[in-house]
Nanobody, 128 residues
Framework: QVQLVESGGGLVQAGVSLRLSCAAS????????MGWFRQAPGKEREFVAGISWSGGNTNYADSVKGRFTISRDNAKSTVYLQMNSPKPEDTAVYYCAADPQPYYSDYVGEARYEYDYWGQGTQVTVSS
């Protein structure tokens, strides 16, 4: 019953910050783990970042750690991905995902199968 819509993607030069947004609807958003995944041409969809239902715990892929920041605003039913120092290899379609039934408090999954709902994706292209 959770619906997700991503926005904020586009074409930027390497090093220019970008912020993605994911607007969610549904009665269980505030109790859901929220994650960002990405898929580049010819590659599998991979985990980028996740945040617990309370916002108290986050998890990042090693490839983006220190550069990207995930956050959420439950009052606005929105999750964000702040992309600082983006690189050409960050080019991909970015997907927002929700897990309304985390295994335990503050759990943040990294596997695709752990997330039940997905947005349609937003294209991010980073030029060199």
């Amino acid at each position: 019953q959770v619906q997700l819509v991503e926005s904020g993607g586009g074409l930027v030069q390497a090093g220019v910050s970008l912020r993605l947004s994911c607007a969610a609807s549904g009665r269980t958003f505030s109790s859901s783990v929220m994650g960002w995944f990405r898929q580049a041409p010819g590659k599998e969809r991979e985990f980028v970042a996740g945040i617990s239902w309370s916002g108290g715990n986050t998890n990042y892929a090693d490839s983006v750690k220190g550069r990207f920041t995930i956050s959420r605003d439950n009052a606005k039913s929105t999750v964000y991905l702040q992309m600082n120092s983006p690189k050409p290899e960050d080019t991909a379609v970015y997907y927002c995902a929700a897990d309304p039934q985390p295994y335990y408090s503050d759990y943040v999954g990294e596997a695709r199968y752990e997330y039940d709902y997905w947005g349609q994706g937003t294209q991010v292209t980073v030029s060199s």
